[in-house]
């Protein structure tokens, strides 16, 4: 994306493991970050996440509606049971969270809502292999949209057609988001 001209920031937090219940600090920081970027740039910020990280990007736009310009998430667990995933044992056991504890499950009833105000595209796989493609997708509102590819997880990063996606999302007016067209050659590629 940074060879397109795109100004490109990683987080800077180290390892993603999700929202983390054990750590009060970290949406501040989180926010604090965003802030930070929209301050140097001087206008809103499209927040690109794969896997947990378009799920932190969904709830920093939920959080700092101001700052988003979009969110676009890659493989993200964002609409339903995290037990959707074929890792979620691995995720409970690496973050020492349990995934039906009461405040996760409150948390994850405010996650799979749609994000108010700020357009979100979900682009999902039905072969990813990691995350359910029922679980990876936005719901239905006049500011989400889905867009079906072929690729495993890990591939999510790397396919051209994603990449395609991620471009024409990002080369989209401020504001005049719309939904991705699936024009005649499109269909080919994107369901």
Same mark, same amino acid.
């Given at each position: 994306?940074?060879?397109?001209?795109?100004?490109?920031?990683?987080?800077?937090?180290?390892?993603?493991?999700?929202?983390?219940?054990?750590?009060?600090?970290?949406e501040n920081r989180?926010?604090?970050r965003?802030?930070?970027? !929209?301050?140097?740039?001087?206008?809103?910020?499209?927040?690109?996440?794969?896997?947990?990280?378009?799920v932190?990007?969904r709830?920093?736009?939920?959080?700092?509606p101001?700052? @988003?310009?979009?969110?676009?998430t890659l493989?993200s667990?964002?609409?339903?049971?995290?037990?959707a995933?074929t890792?979620?044992? @691995?995720y409970?056991?690496?973050?020492e969270?349990?995934?039906?504890?009461e405040?996760?499950?409150?948390?994850?009833a405010?996650? !799979?809502?749609? !994000?108010?105000?700020?357009?979100?595209t979900?682009i999902?796989s039905?072969?990813?292999?990691? !995350?359910?493609?029922?679980?990876?997708?936005e719901?239905?509102?006049?500011?989400?949209?889905?867009?079906?590819?072929v690729?495993?997880?890990v591939?999510?990063?790397?396919?051209?057609?994603?990449?395609?996606?991620?471009?024409?999302?990002?080369a989209?007016e401020?504001?005049?988001?719309?939904?991705?067209r699936?024009t005649?050659?499109?269909?080919?590629?994107?369901?």
């Amino acid at each position: 994306i940074a060879n397109w001209g795109y100004d490109t920031h990683g987080w800077n937090m180290g390892r993603n493991l999700g929202l983390r219940a054990q750590d009060p600090e970290f949406e501040n920081r989180l926010a604090e970050r965003l802030g930070t970027l !929209v301050r140097k740039s001087g206008r809103k910020v499209s927040l690109v996440g794969w896997s947990l990280g378009g799920v932190l990007a969904r709830e920093l736009a939920r959080a700092c509606p101001d700052h @988003v310009r979009q969110v676009i998430t890659l493989g993200s667990p964002i609409g339903g049971d995290p037990k959707a995933t074929t890792i979620w044992r @691995v995720y409970e056991r690496a973050t020492e969270t349990r995934l039906h504890s009461e405040e996760l499950r409150q948390r994850i009833a405010q996650i !799979v809502q749609p !994000v108010p105000g700020v357009p979100c595209t979900a682009i999902y796989s039905r072969s990813d292999g990691i !995350v359910s493609h029922h679980i990876a997708r936005e719901r239905e509102t006049p500011l989400t949209d889905n867009i079906r590819v072929v690729s495993s997880h890990v591939g999510l990063g790397f396919s051209a057609t994603v990449l395609h996606a991620i471009a024409d999302r990002l080369a989209q007016e401020e504001n005049g988001w719309q939904p991705f067209r699936k024009t005649f050659w499109r269909r080919i590629f994107y369901a």
